[in-house]
RNA sequence: GUGGGCGUAGCUCAGCUGGUGGUAGCCCCGGAUUGUGGCUCCGGAGGUCGUGGGUUCAAGUCCCAUCGCUCACCCCA
């Protein structure tokens, strides 16, 4: 049996990964009219980096990392998220100092050993954002709608729904009001009495109905932000409506990773099977400091570009094919010599070339041409040679002209080839 | 970690209560057109029926095991 990929890997074949290239080109394109900047950083980290930021007791740390010992007995982790990484970069490279604010995004794999299905992998690629060093409430509305903007412009449709966290300061006042509330309660699902032990927040997004029918009369962590989380909360909110960006305020969205403070928000849709989250993210004010780095604020988002392929496939409008230059149809030995000269002196001088170089028929080599989506094919024989002049035929319109061979074709651009055809 | 579905050609899949693997579609090659593509027609190539065992005169089909894929739960991008 030949060996296979490993499970919840995936390879990306010719055919997809043009619509990868779509999203990526789309994303950065878009990230810099935002300022940012790419930041490349390591696929392997210590793995005490993510115990720290991500949360001792979260799942992810406790049962999804890729976590192994180094030939010097130390712990290293394949990257679960991209913040981590990204923080410590920034840390240690003194980036803080650079600039007072700083925009960054990398694009890359992820790793997280759960059991795959749709729209899940054990590797899975996200475009990560983080912005650094400032705590405006407009700075949160900017990078929810900068989110916002890459899905229109990938042509998706998503909604956005936000909620606060609160900070260090009241959030400890909302949980105890939380489980004060769960404890009223007497049949909770199985699911609920563990989440009460281990993230009480998540019993808010049990889907047991008998449980939201409880749940209905929860606390929300809204009505318990201090005065400085209120109030950034509706900053926030007001700078999403400057925007024009749609959104819907969800007091009982959870998020999975320990460090989130103040301003969460999740990009939601219905056509991803049992997923539905996009995209994610989330103020984290103590984490650079947390991780021993200057006390700045940070907020971040991840989107996972997994999820944006599979959108694209049921909600977008294709990719136009790819289109090639020339195709050189030789016939015959000679005329293969010379063909095979020319496609790379005319590919040094910029156009996309192919041809055959098996001796097949005039026929299949015009076949050829065709599927490749050639705009115009170069027909060269025994007669062609003698002639010192090769046919050139134009796909679309099927015209064809002699061109002298060393002459016009030595000097070819795009636009002269599709002159020749005046 | 738990549960459901599915493994037949490179891809998508037929194959009924066991009885010789499909003129199936896509793709590929050749021909119709002695040197001109996308359409059409004709021909051809391509298979350890996931793997191992069992039942049977006979297993793609039934049974057991195993591996893989997939969807869902948990959780998440």
Not at 302 to 308: D, F, K, P
Not at 394 to 400: E, K, L, T, V
Request: net charge negative; glycine share 8%; charged share 25%.
């Amino acid at each position: 049996m030949a060996v296979k990929a490993l499970k919840g890997f995936k390879d990306i074949v010719p055919g997809e990964v043009e619509t990868w290239q779509f999203i990526e080109a789309t994303a950065r394109d878009i990230l810099h009219r935002f300022g940012c900047s790419e930041i490349k950083v390591p696929i392997l980290e210590k793995t005490k980096l993510f115990k720290r930021s991500i949360g001792e007791t979260t799942d992810i740390v406790e049962k999804e990392m890729y976590t192994f010992s180094d030939r010097n007995g130390s712990s290293l982790t394949m990257r679960p998220e991209g913040t981590a990484p990204v923080l410590r970069a920034y840390i240690e490279n003194g980036l803080h100092a650079a600039k007072p604010i700083q925009k960054l995004y990398t694009i890359g794999p992820m790793f997280r050993h759960e059991r795959p299905q749709k729209g899940r992998l054990r590797q899975f690629h996200q475009i990560s954002v983080e912005v650094l060093g400032t705590d405006l409430p407009r700075v949160d509305a900017e990078l929810m709608a900068m989110a916002a903007l890459i899905l229109q412009e990938l042509g998706l449709s998503a909604s956005l729904e936000i909620n606060s966290l609160g900070c260090p300061s009241c959030r400890p006042d909302f949980n105890k009001a939380l489980l004060d509330f769960i404890g009223t309660i007497d049949d909770l699902c199985d699911d609920c009495l563990r989440r009460r032990q281990t993230n009480p927040l998540r019993v808010l997004d049990c889907k047991s109905a008998n449980c939201q029918a409880h749940y209905r009369n929860a606390p929300s962590i809204l009505d318990h932000l201090c005065p400085a989380c209120a109030d950034h909360f509706s900053a926030v909110k007001k700078g999403l409506d400057l925007l024009a960006v749609p959104y819907a305020v969800n007091p009982f969205m959870v998020r999975g990773l320990d460090y989130y403070t103040r301003t969460t928000f999740e990009l939601l849709t219905t056509d991803l099977g049992a997923q539905s989250t996009v995209g994610a993210g989330g103020r984290y004010d103590g984490l650079v400091a947390q991780l021993g780095g200057p006390a700045v604020p940070g907020i971040g988002f991840a989107m996972g570009m997994e999820r944006l392929a599979l959108l694209l496939e049921e909600q977008g409008d294709g990719l136009p094919e790819p289109e090639l230059d020339l195709f050189i149809a030789a016939i015959g030995p000679p005329a293969q010599d010379e063909a095979f000269r020319m496609s790379h002196a005319l590919r040094s001088l910029g156009l996309s070339v192919a041809m055959d170089h098996q001796d097949r028929s005039l026929k299949n080599q015009m076949k050829q041409a065709g599927r490749a989506q050639a705009r115009f094919t170069l027909i060269l024989g025994d007669a062609e040679l003698e002639k010192g002049e090769a046919i050139l035929r134009n796909m679309a319109s099927h015209d064809q002209i002699a061109v002298a061979l060393g002459g016009e074709l030595s000097a070819w651009s795009l636009a002269l080839a599709d002159k020749l055809f005046d």
